[in-house]
């Protein structure tokens, strides 16, 4: 028998070659699956959020159907367009009136698993309209944590029987909770509402774009375009990129340190956030800033400058406008990144608790991602839910800046 | 009046300045012999609206910091305020609820000292406004006409503005420097104070973790100030469980990716890694806290480990690892490409197949590259506080078992300064002598990993 197959091919060498191969095979196995951990985990967290979230845009709503005509409430539509409509109709016994009805259509031990602030939902609904005062009309109130609980079939067995029933008979059930969007935050579950910390985020973030951008644009300008090549420039450049990697929570001590000592009537403002997040998103726009400007030909400056423009019409007419698509992308994955920026802003106080949204840049605040970690603490058991829905609002903004990022840089991004 | 409303004044002014001196250098070029001036009119016009917002911008900033002092002294000043209490915590209550109901912000007082004070605070905060408002113009006045009757034919308007450009242009920059150094100031300040009071070798080599922010802050115990079982926490959590997770995997992802993905494969992985590093930490926090703990608790249970809490080193770490996991790829995926292509030909033509070539030539030769790229992801995740915050626990243990609640230095940090503690108390300065050892440790982990990357780059360039 020929042991050769070819000079070379000896049956040992054929051995060690299956080997090798495998050895290939399993290798590149590997990194399939190192690939598809990541992308497992990714996929697992963004369904567990999902999955947990769809419940936080929903909440336990009763149906009470309340017989104005009985109640004895007076108004129109000039006493309740004033201010304090919503006190005159508390004076009036109105709580007391949403509690009778409740309790005769729900039963006793129903009636008193109302939220305890679902008046002012009924006394909303008769501001935006008083001619309702005069007839009757059915309202979907909120239950209370508890009953809310006992229906998602937790808590204890009393509340479970009681929600069954209830459910039963067609007066408990889950709704859509637009209201989620419009709220800010409260101390039940049932009640809250994460518009407070989106507008204090926008605040926030507004406050950072403001600052960020044009002094990081023109820090990126000086360095790449004007820098004298000496120790200064030197001290420069290592102290963006040694802030690029500084740990954001350092930037809260220095929020907390600095400013909060020269504002020290601004605890939790949007202003002072946005300022520290300003300071920690800005190494990220120069660097980004000053790729994209290096990536501008240096046959665009000299052309300019041949025909007699000023270095800084060079820069300002010519490699600044071609820089900008490059410039504008890095703005967004940082601001991505500060908007979901935690610990320097809990540094600072912005984990306040803060029952409505705030009115301008100095007025308290919280932020969304503030929120999440606010409620991930809570214990009652419906925050879960609320929490994940948060996160969700959360990731779709992220998603949407990144997503614009990504277009900007594939519609306007040239390669030279 | 707020200095948002004195912002937009300046910067009106600011555009009627610059339409004046428009105007007035367009006059000049057409009576000029050959219809040419020394610049451009859009240059004098720059140069004199420079001259107005950038002196008031000035003026704005210092006012905004000196007029709320002026307007409470002057309140203080006045005879309804003889009867507060003299010093403390109790009239500084009173008088920024004045200031609240005063600028309007708060309807009702809580206080009936406030509502003594109310009238005062409106009288000194309308005279002020009126004060700082006056100064504004003035002073946009007086440098504004200063800039316009310069405006001249031969006045050279565009070398003057772009030297001014040139000028922001470095203040700019300057920032940074500006930012790095109140860094450093601040928490040496801080620390400074914190080592007045618990000597450094109690801090840096005392076992015992366990301030209390409600002790005598004149006499604090030194020995519950170690913070070794800090850094051992941040280190087992962020150097060795993360990086356990995070370098296999990123690296050999970055090897599929590089070396062996499809094309189309890659452009649809590579956004995805991006996504993993984009989620918000607070987010990776939350599902270590809900997800993670509790199911490696339930492991834990089922192999008989009866103790295993529900706060773990090991699923905070596990999920930092994670968070790490695009951090590592994508630095290895530069070091490795940047590996010349004739080492990896070379290796090829010998015969050689892709996995030999790559573990034996592209790895080995982009080493320092990953190695500098794996000293930035462990010092990002030692200075990683979310996570922690959320999954970690707050138990000072000195242990090497990843199942026992472990507390990291950032965890610390969070801890000590969103208390209820006072300023001057240890505790809480203790915050920012952790900030600093995080701080100065991650800055020579960057520097020496930048350092690494540099020299590797030269070698092969």
């Known amino acids: 028998m020929n042991e050769r197959i070819a000079p070379t091919r000896t049956v040992e060498f054929e051995a060690r070659l299956k080997k090798r191969y495998a050895a290939e095979r399993r290798f590149k196995l590997a990194g399939l699956s190192a690939i598809l951990f990541s992308v497992a985990v990714l996929l697992f967290l963004l369904i567990t959020m999902t999955i947990n979230g769809i419940g936080g845009f929903q909440r336990a709503e009763m149906n009470v159907a309340i017989d104005f005509t009985e109640a004895g409430l007076s108004g129109d539509r000039s006493t309740l367009s004033q201010v304090g409509a919503v006190q005159i109709l508390e004076a009036q016994g109105l709580p007391a009136t949403v509690e009778y009805f409740a309790q005769e259509q729900l039963g006793e031990e129903g009636g008193a698993q109302i939220s305890d602030s679902a008046w002012r939902l009924v006394a909303d609904e008769i501001v935006d309209d008083p001619s309702i005062l005069q007839k009757e009309v059915t309202f979907s109130l909120p239950a209370s944590p508890n009953l809310a609980a006992g229906l998602a079939g937790e808590g204890s067995d009393k509340m479970k029987a009681l929600a069954a029933r209830l459910s039963d008979e067609g007066k408990l059930e889950t709704k859509l909770d637009l209201g989620f969007l419009q709220r800010a935050d409260a101390t039940d579950p049932q009640e809250v509402g994460i518009w407070g910390a989106l507008k204090g985020s926008m605040l926030t973030m507004f406050v950072t774009l403001l600052m960020a951008f044009p002094i990081g644009v023109m820090a990126a300008l000086y360095l790449e375009e004007y820098a004298p090549k000496n120790r200064w420039t030197d001290v420069i450049e290592v102290s963006i990129n040694n802030l690029a990697a500084v740990p954001s929570i350092i930037f809260g001590l220095l929020g907390l340190a600095v400013f909060l000592w020269l504002f020290p009537n601004m605890r939790s403002a949007p202003l002072i956030g946005g300022m520290t997040l300003a300071l920690m998103t800005m190494p990220v726009i120069v660097i980004s800033g000053r790729n994209a400007i290096k990536a501008v030909p240096p046959s665009i400056r000299d052309g300019a400058l041949a025909i007699g423009a000023s270095p800084v019409q060079v820069v300002f007419h010519h490699v600044l406008p071609l820089a900008l698509p490059g410039i504008l992308t890095g703005t967004i994955i940082g601001m991505a990144r500060a908007l979901g920026e935690t610990a320097p802003l809990l540094m600072i106080g912005m984990r306040a608790f803060v029952a409505t949204p705030p009115d301008g840049f100095t007025s308290p605040a919280t932020v969304l991602p503030v929120q999440i970690f606010l409620w991930s603490d809570e214990i009652d058991r419906g925050f879960v839910e609320r929490t994940s829905a948060a996160i969700i609002v959360l990731l779709i903004f992220l998603m949407l800046m990144n997503g614009l990022a990504i277009y900007l840089r594939n519609r306007f991004e040239k390669k030279w | ?461």
């Open chain 2, 1 to 461: 009046m707020s200095p948002v409303i004195l912002l937009v004044l300046a910067l009106g002014l600011g555009l009627a300045g610059w339409l004046a001196a428009r105007a007035r250098a367009w006059g000049f070029k057409r009576e000029a012999v050959n219809g040419r001036i020394a610049a451009l009119p859009t240059y004098h016009a720059w140069y004199v609206a420079l001259w107005i917002v950038i002196p008031v911008m000035m003026f704005i900033a210092l006012w905004s910091v000196i007029s709320p002092q002026l307007v409470s002294q002057a309140v203080l000043a006045s005879p309804a305020a003889a009867e507060l209490p003299a010093f403390g915590f109790q009239r500084d209550s009173i008088m920024s609820e004045a200031r609240a109901v005063a600028s309007g912000s708060t309807r009702s007082v809580f206080n009936e000292q406030a509502a003594a004070l109310v009238e005062p605070y409106r009288a000194a905060i309308s005279q002020y406004n009126i004060i700082g408002a006056l100064s504004t113009l003035v002073i946009a006045f007086l440098t504004g006409v200063w800039a316009f009757l310069r405006v001249k034919p031969d006045f050279t308007a565009r070398t003057r503005v772009e030297r001014a450009v040139m000028m922001i242009l470095l203040l700019a920059s300057l920032v940074a420097i500006l930012t790095t150094l109140g860094i450093v100031v601040s928490l040496v300040f801080e620390t400074v104070r914190f080592f007045g009071m618990v000597s450094p070798m109690d801090f840096l080599f005392g076992t015992q973790w366990g301030p209390d922010p409600m002790s005598n802050p004149n006499n604090p115990d030194g020995s519950r100030y170690g913070a070794i079982p800090l850094f051992w926490g941040t280190i087992f959590i962020g150097a060795i469980i993360a990086m356990i997770v995070a370098i296999p995997l990123g690296l050999m992802s970055a090897i599929y990716l590089t070396q062996y993905a499809d094309p189309r494969l890659r452009a649809w992985i590579k956004p995805a890694l991006e996504i993993l590093a984009g989620v918000p930490t607070v987010v990776y926090g939350y599902f270590a806290a809900l997800t993670v703990a509790p199911a490696i608790r339930d492991w834990a249970l089922a192999i008989g480990i009866s103790n295993a809490s529900s706060e773990s080193a090991l699923a905070a770490g596990l999920v930092m690892g994670v968070m790490i996991i695009p951090f590592v790829s994508s630095m290895a995926d530069d070091s490795i490409a940047a590996v010349p292509q004739a080492m990896r030909d070379g290796s090829l033509a010998m015969g050689a197949t892709k996995s030999e070539t790559i573990r034996r030539v592209l790895v080995p030769a982009a080493l320092p590259g990953i190695v500098a790229g794996v000293m930035l992801a462990v010092s990002r995740a030692i200075g990683e506080t979310m996570i922690v915050v959320m999954a970690a626990g707050a138990a000072a243990n000195l242990t090497a078992n990843p199942l026992e609640a472990m507390t990291t230095v950032t965890f610390q940090i969070v801890a000590m300064l969103t208390g209820e503690g006072s300023f001057d108390h240890p505790a809480t300065l203790a915050a920012f002598a952790l900030g600093f050892v995080l701080f100065m440790v991650t800055l020579g982990l960057n520097f020496i990993a930048l350092r690494v990357v540099k020299r590797f780059r030269e070698a092969y360039e």
